[in-house]
């Protein structure tokens, strides 16, 4: 599966601002999407994923109640809706594809397709 991630920027504090992610090829080789971003000389930190087919959504907790994860199955695109942003918010942010199973869809290691990462910049 290839990942394409589109969106970002620099917005300022208190404010939106929206990701999407195109994915071609074999989508049926996956079955959750998911955001994570990463600042330098940080790890790569989870954000939200959603199943691929059925329901499902989940959030970091620095996130929950601001971001919105949802996708479209016709498009094969998935989009992060980003409300209420603060400074803490900046980083690349990278969507990906794999098959990570309930317990393990905030985990970087079970997904294994990745976009080429996408900046977001909120400025205070």
């Known amino acids: 599966v290839q990942l394409q991630a589109y969106g970002g920027g620099l917005v300022q504090a208190g404010g939106s601002l929206g990701l999407s992610c195109a994915a071609s090829?074999?989508?049926?080789?996956?079955?959750?999407m998911g955001w994570f971003r990463q600042t330098p000389g940080a790890e790569r930190e989870f954000v939200a994923a959603?199943?691929?087919?059925?329901?499902?959504?989940y959030y970091s907790d620095s996130v929950k109640g601001r971001f919105t994860i949802s996708r479209d199955s016709a498009k094969s695109t998935v989009y992060l809706q980003m409300n209420s942003l603060k400074p803490e918010d900046t980083a690349v942010y990278y969507c990906?594809?794999?098959?990570?199973?309930?317990?393990?869809?905030?985990?970087?290691?079970?997904?294994?397709?990745w976009g080429q990462g996408t900046h977001v910049t909120v400025s205070s």
């Open positions: 990906a594809g794999g098959r990570p199973i309930t317990s393990t869809m905030t985990t970087t290691g079970r997904y294994t397709s």
């Open positions: 090829g074999d989508t049926s080789s996956i079955n959750g």
């Open positions: 959603t199943r691929w087919r059925g329901g499902g959504t």
